[in-house]
């Protein structure tokens, strides 16, 4: 009886979890169906570099979006960058991307075209189990739209924070809660460009493999016609192994 109490004491410690990360990878594409227009979806797959005994490490990130639930594709986007662990708490990081938006169903001639280059440094920040991340971006954004060109800056700012639930630290075999508020800040034209609010569940597989699921609603403060949009976010990271890793930072997308 001893035992049977034990394993089922364990057993709890993850079963919830479990069943909420379940219910946050299946529940939509069926409880949703009826407000397509409302949900849309991106699948996200970041490959990290740690940074090593000198501080330098490095990723590389693929998304795909879809303005419905896990249906009509419309958005792509791949893109890399060079980090370097400044201190124990602070990163520097350099990164540039190619994003492309469609027309649903019209992949012929793309909508827009951009490419982005941007400057970043990233402060870590833990308060016993609560893992607090944030993040400072401006962006450089040369944009092709079907009938222009045009050139704009931004600048991003990013509180993530992470809770392990069944450990001390997010490390193998760790169930996890993970949210964020990003603003975007538009120097050129209205201030408050657009806002993303995340809360999602991941759980560490291994040291390499990290898996989430999640919410993320994103408003668009357009002048006149401001719209929010909510989607289903699934994020696989996967981190390169290395014999003398240095910081490793919380498993969050680059995006």
């Known amino acids: 009886?001893?035992?049977?109490?034990?394993?089922?004491?364990?057993?709890?410690?993850?079963?919830?979890?479990?069943?909420?990360?379940?219910?946050?990878?299946?529940?939509?594409?069926?409880?949703?169906?009826?407000?397509?227009?409302?949900?849309?979806?991106?699948?996200?797959?970041?490959?990290?570099?740690?940074?090593?005994?000198?501080?330098?490490?490095?990723?590389?990130?693929?998304?795909?979006?879809?303005?419905?639930?896990?249906?009509?594709?419309?958005?792509?986007?791949?893109?890399?960058?060079?980090?370097?662990?400044?201190?124990?708490?602070?990163?520097?990081?350099?990164?540039?991307?190619?994003?492309?938006?469609?027309?649903?169903?019209?992949?012929?001639?793309?909508?827009?075209?951009?490419?982005?280059?941007?400057?970043?440094?990233?402060?870590?920040?833990?308060?016993?189990?609560?893992?607090?991340?944030?993040?400072?971006?401006?962006e450089q954004r040369w944009l092709t739209h079907r009938d222009r060109d045009e050139y704009r800056n931004r600048i991003r700012y990013r509180l993530n924070l992470q809770i392990p639930l069944n450990n001390e630290e997010i490390e193998a075999k760790t169930w996890f809660v993970s949210t964020y508020n990003e603003i975007f800040l538009n120097p050129n034209l209205q201030p408050f460009e657009r806002n993303r609010l995340y809360a999602g569940l991941g759980y560490e597989l291994s040291p390499e493999w990290i898996l989430q699921a999640g919410w993320l609603n994103q408003y668009d403060y357009s002048p006149g016609t401001p719209r929010h949009k909510n989607n289903l976010v699934l994020t696989a990271v996967f981190r390169i192994p290395r014999s003398h890793t240095g910081i490793l930072r919380l498993p969050t997308p680059f995006d």
């Open 1 to 138: 009886m001893k035992h049977l109490h034990y394993r089922l004491a364990c057993g709890r410690k993850w079963t919830l979890p479990a069943v909420i990360f379940f219910c946050l990878l299946l529940g939509p594409t069926q409880a949703l169906r009826a407000q397509q227009n409302r949900w849309g979806s991106w699948g996200i797959l970041t490959v990290q570099l740690p940074g090593g005994p000198k501080g330098w490490g490095g990723f590389a990130e693929a998304q795909v979006r879809m303005v419905g639930v896990l249906r009509d594709f419309n958005y792509y986007e791949y893109k890399g960058g060079i980090s370097y662990d400044i201190s124990k708490n602070f990163t520097v990081l350099l990164g540039v991307g190619r994003y492309t938006t469609y027309q649903v169903d019209e992949y012929d001639s793309p909508l827009t075209r951009e490419t982005r280059l941007w400057q970043q440094l990233t402060q870590s920040q833990n308060i016993g189990r609560l893992k607090f991340e944030h993040r400072y971006r401006v």
